[in-house]
């Protein structure tokens, strides 16, 4: 660890928090319907929108309303992408003549895209041709996204409101989402993209001639566009199988930079938005300080573990931390946080590969997914799912001094502490579930590529990222076959809506509810005693759900290391 990859992150934390109150205060007013300025543009594309679509704008949904919705919206998108995919051959904007896409990865991308997890058993270059890159992943990379800040913003009126039947409107939040705010933001965000380098055309590959003479295709795309959207809506999803690692979608150390601002921007907002809309700012920074202590812990670890890098090199007398699976432009410091980064979010992206790293340098990502990508998290997602942890908090709050506890005005009772818990639930149920079932099935363990404890890490890397919508992986893991297809697109698809559809009970619940007013018995939620106690909790109920099966898997490698034994890579 040096100064220079200190400063990198503290400069990092500084970006994200200048961001946080404008765009909190930005997106506050978007949602709220009032004017911005874009309006003057954006405000009849609007109208034109719900004239469109049949949507009386000035009429709310109650929970329920709202949560069917959003579950038909997507299961158009599923339609849509399916049907591009299988008939991908077809369609024009394919200079490379892609195949269509066979049945079962077809229905595991369709899961995965509009589950805003972007797994990927393919590699983008060499499987989707442009149209299917443009009108069906980063068509449904903006949808994804928009739905989960509005779910966000429905669980934050939930506890704004009082005595409330509805939560918004979700025709009309998903609208103003996408025009207002995620739109304005890529347009100008893919601009700064293509001036680091970042291809933007629809020109067919490119053959380049090597120094040593040979003959090199050069694959080419609409990139920046995706790439936009991919970081900004916590996508991850790659236009190439590299990611952003790949040179012609992270070019310079300076577009890694915004590239990881644009992945914690908004959920780091929405905090704000949260502040704002319960009535006190406060409220807000304290569950970002929450989740900052949460993101501080595993960029110390993670930098710590892949600077001091691995002990077979180091016993060789090869200095100079673990470079294995790392680009140069980037280094130790910009890989590590960037791990980090994307893993607190539910991004994805990766800018190194997480199958290379040390055991305790991979195990932080793993564990911000099992705490359900809360720190941070991904665009609204991550806000809602802080909030659960909030519940089960307070909760906790009041046992100790034996009353009913409150939070921002809304008692918290048994129906809002059972919707809590079930939705936290969920994610262990599928984590541990297919992979225990991946361990003992030979079809599912001849996809590991390496044995011993590091092929255990690969399985259950590869449940825990689907199950919590990132999408990133351990890259040793054959996962396109129609096992982990299918197995991984039911773990998407129950990560994603079966925890919406509690969470979105909870934010009827509480809208219902009456406000009461803070007594001298109030637990304060602003200050460094909640904090602490919604961090300890956090952690708490991780580690009763999580880490003593989940995170097994490093550790053994890391002893097992430690010991002058190798497992294969992160070993």
């Not at 936009?228 to 190439?240: E, P, S, V």
């Not at 908004?266 to 202590?293: C, D, H, P, S, Y």
């Not at 991946?438 to 044995?451: D, G, R």
Request: glycine share 12%; hydrophobic share 50%.
């Amino acid at each position: 660890m040096t100064p220079n990859g200190l400063i990198q992150i503290a400069l990092f934390c500084l970006v994200v928090l200048v961001l946080t109150r404008p765009l909190g205060g930005y997106m506050t007013r978007v949602f709220a319907g009032e004017r911005t300025f874009l309006s003057p543009v954006l405000a009849p594309v609007e109208k034109l929108v719900y004239r469109l679509g049949g949507v009386d704008a000035s009429r709310e949904q109650h929970w329920l309303t709202y949560t069917l919705a959003m579950l038909l919206f997507h299961v158009g998108g599923f339609l849509l992408l399916y049907a591009l995919m299988r008939v991908q051959d077809l369609l024009p904007f394919n200079p490379q003549g892609m195949a269509a896409v066979a049945p079962d990865l077809a229905f595991n991308t369709a899961i995965s895209f509009i589950t805003n997890t972007n797994w990927q058993n393919y590699g983008g270059e060499s499987t989707m041709g442009y149209l299917v890159q443009m009108l069906g992943l980063t068509h449904q990379n903006f949808l994804s996204a928009a739905t989960g800040i509005v779910l966000g913003m429905a669980l934050i009126r939930g506890f704004s409101r009082a005595s409330a039947q509805t939560v918004g409107n979700f025709w009309v939040d998903i609208t103003r989402c996408t025009l207002y705010v995620l739109l304005p933001i890529c347009v100008v965000f893919t601009l700064v993209l293509v001036w680091q380098g970042i291809p933007q055309t629809l020109g067919p590959y490119v053959d380049a001639e090597t120094l040593e003479g040979g003959r090199q295709t050069l694959a080419l795309g609409p990139v920046a566009s995706q790439v936009a959207i991919k970081m900004l809506g916590t996508n991850g999803g790659g236009f190439f199988n590299a990611n952003a690692a790949h040179p012609f979608e992270n070019p310079t150390a300076l577009s890694n930079f915004l590239q990881m601002v644009s992945i914690f921007a908004l959920g780091a907002a929405l905090t704000n938005v949260f502040g704002r809309m319960v009535g006190n700012e406060k409220q807000g920074w304290a569950i970002l300080a929450a989740m900052g202590v949460l993101f501080l812990a595993g960029v110390a670890v993670t930098y710590w573990a892949e600077a001091a890098g691995t002990p077979a090199l180091n016993a060789l007398g090869l200095s100079g931390g673990n470079m294995e699976g790392k680009e140069l432009r980037f280094g130790i410091v910009a890989s590590a946080l960037f791990a980090v980064v994307t893993t607190a979010a539910s991004c994805g992206a990766v800018n190194a590969m997480h199958d290379s790293f040390t055991a305790l340098g991979g195990m932080i990502p793993l564990i911000n997914m099992e705490l359900g990508e809360i720190i941070v998290g991904g665009v609204g997602a991550g806000l809602y799912g802080m909030l659960l942890f909030v519940v089960i908090t307070m909760f906790v709050a009041g046992l100790m001094v034996g009353r009913t506890p409150e939070y921002v005005g809304k008692k918290i009772e048994a129906k809002e502490v059972k919707m809590a818990m079930l939705a936290i639930l969920i994610l262990p149920l599928m984590m541990l579930g297919w992979t225990a079932v991946a361990t003992v099935l030979p079809s599912a363990v001849a996809s590991i590529a390496n044995p011993g404890p590091h092929g255990f890490s690969e399985i259950l890397y590869a449940f825990t990222s689907a199950t919590a919508n990132n999408g990133s992986a351990f890259g040793g893991l054959t996962g396109n076959t129609f096992f982990y297809n299918l197995t991984l697109a039911s773990s998407m698809f129950v990560g994603r809506f079966l925890m919406i559809v509690p969470a979105m009970a909870l934010a009827g619940a509480l809208a219902a509810k009456k406000t009461v007013p803070a007594s001298a018995g109030t637990f304060p939620t602003t200050g460094g005693l909640f904090v602490g106690l919604l961090v300890g909790v956090i952690l708490i109920v991780g580690g009763l759900t999580f880490f003593p099966a989940l995170s097994l898997g490093p550790i053994v490698e890391h002893l097992a290391a430690a010991a002058g034994q190798s497992f294969g890579a992160g070993g």
